[in-house]
């Protein structure tokens, strides 16, 4: 049940920007999404891929496809900035200036 809150936070986030076109300059909707983003990202790597463990502090598994941990650290580093940057292309440019400073959108918008 709350893997299928993963999809409807992100439908519902998604679906209510695209009907209220001026909802998007709005940092309570660009908050929204934001944080539906991470909970995708956090499901995806505790609950999904079952990474980390939590036995009396955080560690990363020990049972493991493949025996390189860095291997998972670049794929949730990759899955992260995939989510990200696509959160970020949804975002409009005028929303976008609180969120980030001058400096980050001219180096960030050749990508985007």
Known sequence: LANALKYAVAL?????GAARSGIHDSPLWV??????????????????W?????????AMRRQRVFPYKVLYLAASLFNFLLR???????????SRSFLFTERFQSDLSPYL
């Open 84 to 94: 990200f940057f696509w959160t970020v292309t949804i975002i409009p440019e005028s």
């Open 50 to 58: 079952g990474l980390l463990c939590f036995d009396g502090g955080v």
């Open 12 to 16: 519902t986030v998604g679906s209510y």
């Open 31 to 48: 908050a929204c999404f934001a944080l539906a983003t991470l909970y995708q990202f956090l499901w995806d790597v505790l609950m999904d």
